[in-house]
Every structure is written in structure tokens, then in C-alpha cells.
């Protein structure tokens, strides 16, 4: 099974992530701030990675440091159930529709983190969440995990369809991505030999 565990203690936040990249989409999510923890929750949901999620932040001051700190413990631990990578298909997919929104999912767990965002929030919040934090998560997990990421919405009006179009969008590559090829499922997916 690739599974990881990590515990990351900062001044401003205390974060235990468990991960089960071959698991069934089970969750149990806790940060405190409620609409990302549904955004979580389907991330775990539509890409059938097990996932637990335990953050305590700062919330007194703002949510930031919660989903940023969030993102790099679930890109750490991602990064390690991953191991050497061997066998995956690596590069993933997905066009992402709810009701009026759709948005396009491209990824490649390269080793080469790298964040590519295009949104069309219309208010900056939704909960008490800001808008602008999607963003900072995909980078933050993007970063840890060690994956060229690409989100866009390609139209869409609704702010809380925008956003959860994205994380499943990016749930439904995920799945694509970490599955073992049958036909490579002993060999690194790179000419380099290395990921």
C-alpha cells in the first residue's frame, strides 16, 4: 500500500496529514475552517485517495496559514506514498463540469512543481474562506508534491461551483495519474530513469 504519514508543527499551525493513494475515497477532515474542509472532502472523494487531515492554525488571525501550511503536509505526504514513482502512469487529466462551470484539469507528476491558475471568481469569499486561497493551496501542494499543475475555469459563474469544479477536476487526474500501468508497472515513467 502507499501510504504516508506527516506531522508538521509550525509556530502558526499544527497539521497531522495520513494519505492511502490506493485507498477508496475515504475522509476525515478537521481545519477549522468549513468550506475548505468540503473542498478537501471531495478531493479525497473523487480521486479515491484515503485521506485524514487534523489542522489546528491561527484562525484568529485569518485562514491563510491553515491552507497554505495544509497544502504543503498533503503535498508531503502525497510526495512520499508516491516513493520513487515507479509504475505510475504519471500524467492525468480532466474536464471538470458542475451544472453552469467548467473547468479544464492538466497534470504531471514530473518532480518539477509548477502552478499554472486561471479562475473566474466573482466575490472574494465563500464561507470564511477567501477566494484567493484556492490559488494558494494548489501552489502549496503543488510545491510539496512535486507536480506541474494546470487549473482553469473555462466558464462558469457561480463562485462555489468554480471552486469545486476545480478540486475535482484536479481529484479525477490525481486518480489518472498515480494508477499503476500494467504494462510499465516495474519502470520509472521517464527516459531520465528518475521522477
Known sequence: MRTATISRSTAETAIDVTINLDGTGVYDV???VGFFDHMLEQLSRHSLIDLTVRTKGDLHIDEHHTVEDTGIAIGQAFAQALGDKRGITRYG????PMDETLTRVALDISG???LVWKDL???TRLGTMDTEMFEHFFHSFAQAAGITLHVETLYGTNNHHIAEAAFKGVARALRTAIEIDP???DAIPSTKGIL
Open 121 to 123: 471568481f466573482s466575490q
Open 112 to 114: 518539477r512543481p509548477w
Open 183 to 185: 504494462r510499465k508497472a
Open 30 to 32: 478537521e481545519t477549522g
Open 93 to 96: 487529466d480532466a474536464l471538470s
